[in-house]
């Protein structure tokens, strides 16, 4: 049974920092783009970040230069370190893998066939 865990979630100050892990069991993950996406109260399920199987990597705009997406191979772990943090951050975040192995980085949901069940965040102000 293929399964994503996610950890790391928490109430932060605004400026705050994080880190989420996510861990993958079941299957390894090796050839297959990891992504972070958040949902928000009230709103759609939305692109975070995401990591390729040769490392590459993809922010949302509204993320960019805050947060870093890394992974960690060997232990089938992919990690979101977030860094001045704000309050639309608040979200319940969710790590995914991408169907496809070696395909380019996706940021559309409906190419991710593996889902976490979330973590949330919440940033105070």
């Known amino acids: 049974q293929v399964q994503l865990v996610e950890s790391g979630g928490g109430l932060v100050q605004a400026g705050g920092s994080l880190r989420l892990s996510c861990a993958a069991s079941?299957?390894?993950?090796?050839?297959?783009?990891m992504g972070w996406f958040r949902q928000a109260p009230g709103k759609e399920r939305e692109f975070v970040a995401a990591?390729?199987?040769?490392?590459?990597?993809t922010y949302a705009d509204s993320v960019k230069g805050r947060f870093s997406i890394s992974r960690d191979k060997a232990k089938n772990t992919v990690d979101l370190q977030m860094n001045s943090l704000k309050p639309e951050d608040t979200a319940v975040y969710h790590c995914?893998?991408?169907?496809?192995?070696?395909?380019?980085?996706?940021?559309?949901?409906?190419?991710?066939?593996?889902w976490g069940q979330g973590t949330q965040v919440t940033v105070s102000s």
């Open positions: 995914a893998a991408d169907a496809s192995t070696f395909a380019p980085i996706r940021t559309t949901q409906s190419y991710y066939e593996y």
């Open positions: 990591i390729s199987s040769s490392g590459g990597s």
């Open positions: 079941g299957r390894t993950f090796r050839t297959n783009t």
